[in-house]
Structure formats: structure tokens, C-alpha cells
């Protein structure tokens, strides 16, 4: 290119002019812009707009429009445009969210998580039966294989001097060596050593394999041992007075010597230079020479702890602590020679004397001690109790009577002397003590006691109540709380007359009026729960004097009376009661009841005789007379009082219990003329259409029976044993659809009801297995467990219906669901029985018991399993349970009951026997709950 050429395109390239306005030459005209000379700026400062100074979210650090006006246009237009930017960011996030998915899947496919690699292995592991996985090794299993693998493959090659040196000895040389002529023998030399023959003077026997003693190890070892065990043996043996060490324990001894640590000594170092500038500035601070010289003791230098504790029983001669530490750290016998030092500083130091005489080992030599320190300290109760204690009773006698007049304050020195001495001098010495001590309550109780133990009960009243007010004058008022607690310790020491007098004195004490009532009978629970019925009789007695016309009192206070009482008394306070409530029937009922339980049959029909002229209207009296007259086979007066009822009082119960008697009786047509009246007087009365369709259907009228329970149905709907009645009629006649559907229908009946009707739902359950149904009851009983989730019946019943297999499982199943069933608890105790787990079985009966004590079939279940595994004595405690329980309720216990041949006259002891013989383990069981429950009948 030539230089002109270049030039052009330089120029052409190059910047304009100064000046310069396109197309100015073609007549254009030229405009300045803002861009062209830039902001306006008051200041002339310069504006740095790079991009290092802008920022994507806040703009420039500096403002573009500094100096200029923010209106509300400019406002306007900031909102339109955010709502702008917005909207476009709406519009572009599908496609953002879409694109970061693409790129996070592509990165996923090239580099996967762990859980995505190991996914299709964790859905296989589903696929892992037990016995697979019951065989995987455990984690650390297989490493430990391994570095045991590897310890053994460890090598170690042997040396080549050893392997040389065992070459040569194992090698033979048959050439004479004329230094080897040993007290005139000959000798072979075998790998280098000279050996002697058998037969010379110093042979010795060679080892096996041509060993040599020097190279044998395992020789060597054993030699070592035997000697060591020759050598401890006779240390053991030892009697010659060197130390005997124990061959088996003389290792494990090294464990208790102890061995300090360099941190421990630094701490004792420390701690030393701390005491010793203890001691040297304060040289009368007791406490620290017993620091140091326990710092010593810790530290094993005995030597040094001594003589420091030494130094400072010089330095603080009249701390009796010192001394006694001293005396701690000496030996028995130069402990007393410490002591006796210390007696000559300190002679009236109680602890130096009772110290002193603990050392001397004769009784004898005590007692000198304990008594020179009486001459020296007279005045210490301590020091006389310790004296007293090492006497006989006549001389412990004596040194009491000097013992109160030289600490006459001492209460137990007044009432121990007291003990010792005779009545009439017991008499004297507690009167001088209340002379002495007036405001010690103890001594006007143990004067009370004395009375009561020498058969003054009289006095013994008098004396609690003088001392009341003695004490009252004194000043002293003692709370309620620890009269009743001196109360207590009276009974529990044989003193209950003592016991009730401070209960009558202290029972009101803080008290308000309106509380007495409920504490008083809160006392009484208590003080019986604490084995005290002697302090309860006296607050009965109070409650009863201050509350004669209370019926609740009386009830409460002739319960205790039985508990713990004669009957004589139990029959004392019913007359006292029934006097002061005529119309408490229950008071009546329960002297009656006592005397026929005691064989006076006369005597409970005289108090039921009282009781018709003060009740005359009294259904519970009448039935009560009825039941004595019937069960002591006088039915002709049953039937007369039971006539007069009627006629007085004609009641359900009344027209229930006339008609029940000419049933037991046998006089069907009797009891079913009576069911007329009674009917037509009481038709709601579900009971009595029981009862009838019961004797119509013992007739043999049929269809009369089932009119009788199709009547009680519409009239009683909402009661179940009328459905249970009818269904068992219909199927005891073959007619089982008929039963099913009432059954049924009661259900439906009973949809509302609060419990969800649980004896209609076991019905039906029992039904289908009768039929021969076993899944239909399967089902049912799941429903059932679905409607009434918290019923043990059914859940009793579910437990008896499983395999065995599965009958642990539905037992924990039912007790997740009502852990405090008796039904349940029973069928469990029954699990375990059959288990032969006898105690687990004996605490679920007995658990059972106590959650329902009304429930027959769990004292029967009890009673059977304690005549198969318990003894005497706990069969005779279940029975007595039992009787006192007096049960009424359970399938096996109502139909045992309701036998016409066995119930009437029975006793509650003859219905448990029976109960216990049908219940033995393998005769009761889901069949025979079916069968019971065929036969059984509504009635009560």
C-alpha cells in the first residue's frame, strides 16, 4: 500500500474534530443533548458512574437525580414500574423453574445422591425373610475378622543364630576331648558342651530331642514357678514369727496400695503450706491442727500426723476436740495416756470422759471411769445415762435417785427411775417430778399409764383431764396433732384406756364447728389404717355424743364395732343407736342380722318386731323378717308377714319376693295367681314378667310364655334381660332365626345406650357359636369390639373364642383397652394357670377380687385355683374373703344360684364350693360358658 494510502486510512479511522456536526455541510442543523455535556451540578463534582458502582438491587451509590424533586408523578411511575417488572417475572418463572430442573437433572444423572443409588437394594429388602436376617453378621463382626486375619498372617523369621545354635546342639561328636576328664569320668561332647555318660558321678539325665538346660525355656519356666511355690509355701507356713503372706491373695493385695499421683502430691504440697500458715498465725485455731494432721493421715505419714496434732494439743490445751483427734490418731493404750493428759487440762469435758471410758475394754474399769467423771461432772445427763446403763437394775436404781436431784430437769431420769421403783413409790417419784417439771406433759402420761397398768382406769380420766388444764396454766398448749400422735404410742404400748382419754381431750382442739363432723371421721379412718381401734372407739364415742341423732355416725361407728369389737358391745351401741334413730331401718337390719349370725334366732325376730312398730311402712324391715322366717323353715309365717307386706306396703319387691317364695316352694299355681295382682299393681316391673313367663314355661305352657316376654318387650324396651329372655325361649324351641332377629332388634333399640349393650352383643356372640357358627360369631364379636370397645365381657369372651396360640395376644389387646376389668383380669388369670405360672396366676385372682368384690365367678375362679395349688391356710383366706364379700353377680355364680334344687338355704361358703368345682381349670371353658348361658334364666 503506498504511504497516501495509508495516511487516508488513518485519518478515515481516527477521531473527529472538535466541533464537529454530522452532515453541517449538507445544510443540517446541529442540537446539544444532555448526554453531551453532562449533569448539572451545583458543585461541579464529578459523578462516578463505572461499573463497580452500580449495583443490580439498589442502582448507583450516588443519585442521577441528586438535587432534583421526588413528586408523586415520580412516585406513580416507580409503582408502574415495579408492577411491570412484576408481571414479566411471573411470566418468565415457569421457565426459570423448568430450566434449574433440566440443569439439577442433568447434574443428578451425572453425579447421584447416595439414596438414589441405593434405592432398588432398600426395595428389596422387603423381600428379606426373618431367617435371612436374623443371619446377617453384626457390623462390627466382620472387621474384627479381618484384623484378626491379619494378626495371624503377622511373620516374624527366626534368626539365624538361633537356628545355628540349635543345629550344633542337636549335632553329635564321637572324638575325646582330654580337657573333659571330670572325677576321673569321661565325657561326650554334644553340640559344644560337655555331657557326662549315665554311669559317671556327675551325669545328669538329657532332655528329649537333645535339648540342653540352658536352651530349654519351657524348662526353665516351670523350674522358676516351682521354686516360687516352693518358696510361698513355707512363707505361708511360717510360725516362727516372720511375715505369712497369702499365696492367692498377696497380688490382689498390691491393689489397696495406693499410689499418688504427681497432681495428688502437688494438692498435699499445697494444702501443707496452707495449714502450716494456719497454725502459725493463729496457733489457738483448734480446727487447723486437726486439718493438718488429717492432711498428714491422708497422706500416709502417721509419724508426722501425730506429732502435729501433738503440737496442737499443746498449742489450744483446752479444745476437747484436739485432744479426742489426738487421741484418735494413738493407739487403745496410748490413747488413754492422751486422754488422761487431756482429762488434767479439761477435767470437766464430757466427750474426754465418755471417750476415755470407751477405751477401757473390762466393765468394770468403765464404770470407775464413768463414775470419777460423775464426782468431777455431776450435772451432765449424758454421762449418768451412760453410768446408769452399765448397772444392774437395783444399783441403776440407786444412781438414779442421785441422778434427779443432781439433774432434777432430766425428764427420762424421773420416768426411768419411775419404772424401776414399786407402785406406791412410782407414785411418789412422778408427783415430785410434776412438782419439779410442770411443763413436761410425758410425766402426767406416764402417771396416767402407771394407774391403768395397776387397774385404776377411774383415775386414769381424771388424770388426762387435770393435766390439761395443768398444762393450760403452764402455758404450754401442745397441738392436736401431737396429742393424737402421744395417743397412738399409748395403744401401740398397751395402754388403750390412756390412749382414749388423750383422744377425748385433744379431739376438739382447733376444730371449727361446722368441720368436726368429716375430720372427726377422717381421724378415725386414719388412726385404724395405723392399727390404733382404740383411739377411733373414743373419737366415735365424742362424734356420737356430739351427733346422737346422726345416722351416718351410728352406721360408721357400729362397722368399726364389728371390725374390732365383741358383739356384746357391737349390740350395746345398735340398741343406743336405734334409740336415738328410730327410723334408720339399716340400724335395725344390722341388729337383727348380728343376732341370727350368733344363733339367736328369738332375740332377731324381738328387734324386727320393735322395728315393724317404728317403721311400719318399712318395705326393708318386712322382706328382712320374710328372709328370716324363710330360710329358718318357717314358711307359713314367711307367707303371713309377706301377706301383711302387701297389704302395709305393697311395693315391686314385696309382690316379687311373695311370688319367689311360693316358687321355691314349689306351689306354681300359687305363684302364678299371685303374678295376677301383682302385674296389674306394678306392669312396668320387668322382674315380675320374668317370672312369669319363667313359671309358665316350667308348666309347659309354651306359647303363654312367649305371649308373656312379647308383652314385656313393648312394655319394658329399654331392659335387656327381657330381650335375653325371649331370644334364649325361641331358641330353647329350635327357632334360632327368630331368637337371632330379636336379638337384633334389641340392639337396635339400644344404639343410644351409654355402654353400647354389651350383654346383647355377647349374646348374639354366643348364639352363633351354639348354632355351630363360628365365623358368623367371629364376626359378630369384631362389631361387637367396634360398638362397645371398653366392655371386659366381651373381651373375656373374645380371649376364651382365639386359638391359643393367639389367646396372649387378644389378652393384651383387651387389657390396652380396659386395664381394670374384672372379666378381663379373670380370663388372664386363667391364661397363666393353664401356663402353670402359679404365682402370676395367684396375683391376677386376687387382683380380680379386688376390682369387683361383687363378682362371683372371679372368688370361684380364686377358691379353684387355691384347692389345686394353695394351702390350707390360703384356701380358708379365700373363703373367709368370699363370705365377707358376699357376692351376687357372674354367669356361673347366677346360675349355681338359681338351681331350684341347690339354691334355697344355701350359704354364700356352699355357692363358692359349688362355683369352685365348676370352674376347675378345663371344665370351664368357651362351651361351657355357652351351655351356662343356655340354661341360665332372666329372672333375678
Known amino acids: 500500500m503506498s504511504s497516501l494510502g495509508a495516511r487516508g486510512a488513518k485519518a478515515y479511522n481516527g477521531s473527529a474534530p472538535s466541533n464537529y456536526v454530522a452532515g453541517l455541510g ?81 447434574f443428578r444423572a451425572v453425579r447421584p445422591k447416595l439414596q438414589h443409588q441405593f434405592g432398588d437394594l432398600k426395595r428389596e429388602l422387603q423381600l428379606v ?289 419411775a419404772r424401776l421403783e414399786s407402785y406406791q413409790n412410782a407414785r411418789k417419784v412422778l408427783n415430785k417430778a410434776r412438782e ?43 397441738e392436736r396433732e401431737q396429742w393424737l400422735s402421744e395417743a397412738e404410742a399409748c395403744e401401740k404400748g398397751a395402754a388403750p384406756r390412756t390412749a382414749q382419754a388423750i383422744v377425748r381431750e385433744a379431739i376438739g382442739l ?15 379412718d386414719s388412726l385404724v389404717a395405723r392399727g390404733c381401734p382404740e383411739c377411733a372407739r373414743a373419737i366415735y364415742a365424742v362424734a356420737l355424743t356430739t351427733f346422737p341423732t346422726k345416722k351416718s355416725v351410728w352406721v360408721r361407728a357400729a362397722q368399726h364395732e364389728k371390725a374390732h369389737g365383741t358383739r356384746e358391745s357391737l349390740d350395746a351401741l345398735l340398741r343406743r343407736a336405734v334409740s336415738y334413730c328410730p327410723q334408720a331401718q339399716v340400724l335395725w337390719l344390722m341388729g337383727a342380722k348380728e343376732k341370727w349370725q350368733s344363733g339367736d334366732v328369738e332375740g332377731a325376730r324381738a328387734i324386727l318386731n320393735e322395728a315393724f312398730r317404728a317403721n311400719p311402712d318399712s318395705e326393708q324391715v ?56 301383682a302385674l296389674k299393681a306394678h306392669p312396668r316391673f320387668w322382674k315380675l314378667h320374668l317370672l312369669k313367663a319363667q313359671l309358665e314355661s316350667r308348666a309347659g305352657q309354651h306359647a303363654a310364655a312367649r305371649e308373656t316376654l312379647a308383652r314385656a318387650v313393648k312394655v319394658c324396651p329399654d331392659c335387656e334381660p327381657v330381650w335375653l329372655a325371649a331370644a334364649r325361649l325361641e331358641e330353647a324351641h329350635g327357632a334360632v332365626s327368630k331368637a337371632r332377629s330379636l336379638l337384633e332388634v334389641a340392639r337396635l333399640k339400644r344404639t343410644g345406650a351409654r355402654l353400647g349393650a354389651p350383654q346383647l352383643w355377647l349374646e348374639a356372640v354366643r348364639l352363633e357359636r351354639r348354632a355351630g357358627n363360628r365365623k358368623a360369631a367371629m364376626t359378630l364379636m369384631a362389631k361387637a369390639l367396634q360398638q362397645c370397645k371398653s366392655a371386659g365381657l366381651l373381651w373375656a369372651e373374645a380371649i376364651a373364642m382365639e386359638q391359643r396360640a393367639q389367646q396372649k395376644t387378644k389378652s393384651s389387646d383387651a387389657l390396652k383397652a380396659c386395664d381394670n376389668d374384672a372379666h378381663v383380669i379373670l380370663a388372664v388369670s386363667r391364661l397363666f394357670w393353664r401356663d402353670r405360672k402359679e404365682e402370676k396366676a395367684r396375683s391376677w385372682c386376687n387382683r380380680a377380687v379386688t376390682l369387683d368384690p361383687d363378682l362371683g365367678d372371679a372368688w370361684g375362679n380364686y377358691y379353684a385355683f387355691e384347692l389345686q395349688h394353695g394351702t390350707p391356710e390360703q384356701q380358708e383366706e379365700v373363703l373367709r374373703r368370699c363370705v365377707a364379700a358376699d357376692p351376687h353377680h357372674g354367669d356361673e355364680w347366677t346360675r349355681v344360684a338359681k338351681d ?28 361351657a360358658l355357652d351351655k351356662m348361658a343356655a340354661s341360665s334364666s332372666g329372672a333375678s
Open 622 to 677: 318386712w322382706l328382712a323378717a320374710q328372709k328370716l322366717e324363710s330360710e329358718n323353715s318357717q314358711p307359713e309365717r314367711a307367707r303371713k308377714l309377706l301377706a301383711r307386706a302387701r297389704e302395709r306396703a305393697g311395693t315391686e319387691r314385696v309382690w316379687m319376693k311373695s311370688v319367689t317364695l311360693e316358687r321355691d316352694l314349689g306351689e306354681l299355681e300359687s305363684a302364678l295367681a299371685l303374678l295376677g295382682p
Open 900 to 927: 331350684d334344687q341347690s339354691s334355697l338355704g344355701w350359704s354364700a361358703e356352699q355357692l363358692l364350693q359349688k362355683v369352685a368345682e365348676n370352674m376347675a381349670l378345663g371344665r370351664w371353658t368357651g362351651e
Open 129 to 417: 425373610s426373618r431367617e435371612e436376617w436374623e443371619t446377617l453378621p453384626e457390623p462390627g463382626e466382620h472387621r474384627k475378622s479381618r484384623a484378626a486375619e491379619r494378626r495371624n498372617e503377622r511373620y516374624m523369621p527366626t534368626p539365624d543364630t538361633l537356628l545355628e545354635k540349635a543345629r550344633l546342639e542337636q549335632e553329635v561328636h564321637n572324638s575325646l576331648d582330654t580337657r573333659q576328664m571330670i572325677n576321673g569320668g569321661m565325657e561326650t561332647v554334644v553340640g559344644g558342651s560337655a555331657t557326662p555318660f549315665p554311669g559317671s558321678a556327675g551325669s545328669a539325665t538329657p532332655l528329649p530331642g537333645g535339648a540342653t538346660p540352658l536352651t530349654d525355656l519351657k524348662a526353665i519356666g516351670a523350674a522358676r514357678n516351682s521354686v516360687l511355690s516352693v518358696k510361698l509355701d513355707q512363707m505361708s507356713d511360717s510360725v516362727s514369727g516372720q511375715t505369712v503372706v497369702d499365696p492367692k491373695g498377696y497380688l490382689t493385695d498390691l491393689n489397696s496400695v495406693k499410689v499418688s499421683t504427681e497432681a495428688e502430691i502437688g494438692d498435699i504440697k499445697k494444702a501443707r503450706l496452707l495449714l502450716k500458715s494456719v497454725t502459725q498465725t493463729n496457733p489457738g485455731h483448734g480446727p487447723g491442727w486437726i486439718a493438718a494432721a488429717r492432711l498428714e493421715e491422708v497422706a500416709g505419714k502417721l509419724v508426722a500426723a501425730r506429732q502435729i496434732i501433738r503440737e496442737g494439743c499443746r498449742a489450744c490445751a483446752a479444745n476437747e476436740d484436739v485432744w479426742l483427734e489426738a487421741a484418735r490418731l494413738q493407739t487403745p493404750e496410748n490413747a488413754k495416756v492422751v486422754l488422761a493428759d487431756a482429762i488434767k487440762k479439761i477435767p470437766t469435758s464430757v466427750k474426754i470422759w465418755l471417750q476415755a471410758a470407751s477405751l477401757e475394754s473390762n466393765l468394770g474399769m468403765r464404770r470407775r471411769v464413768l463414775r470419777k467423771a460423775l464426782e468431777v461432772v455431776p450435772n451432765s445427763v449424758k454421762l449418768w445415762q451412760a453410768a446408769i446403763d452399765l448397772e444392774p437394775p437395783e444399783d441403776a436404781r440407786v444412781m438414779l435417785g442421785r441422778a434427779v436431784e443432781c439433774v432434777p430437769h432430766a425428764v427420762d431420769m424421773w420416768l426411768a427411775l
Open 26 to 106: 449538507r445544510g443540517a442543523t446541529g442540537f446539544t443533548t444532555r448526554s453531551d455535556i453532562g449533569p448539572a451540578r451545583a458543585t461541579g463534582e464529578e459523578t462516578n458512574l463505572s461499573e463497580s458502582n452500580f449495583d443490580k438491587f439498589s442502582g448507583y451509590s450516588e443519585s442521577l437525580a441528586q438535587g432534583l424533586p421526588y413528586d408523586d408523578d415520580d412516585e406513580v411511575a416507580d409503582t408502574v414500574w415495579s408492577e411491570v417488572d412484576a408481571k414479566m417475572d411471573e411470566r418468565r418463572r415457569t421457565r426459570r423453574e423448568d430450566k434449574l430442573k433440566q440443569s439439577l437433572d442433568k
Open 436 to 478: 419439779t417439771i410442770p411443763t413436761e406433759p410425758q410425766i402426767w402420761i406416764t402417771a396416767a399409764r402407771l394407774e391403768e397398768a395397776n387397774g385404776n382406769l377411774e383415775i386414769v380420766d381424771k388424770i388426762i383431764e387435770k393435766a390439761s388444764k395443768s398444762l393450760a396454766l403452764h402455758s404450754v398448749h401442745l
Open 510 to 524: 382447733g376444730v371449727e364447728e361446722e368441720d368436726r363432723k368429716r375430720m372427726w371421721m377422717e381421724d378415725a
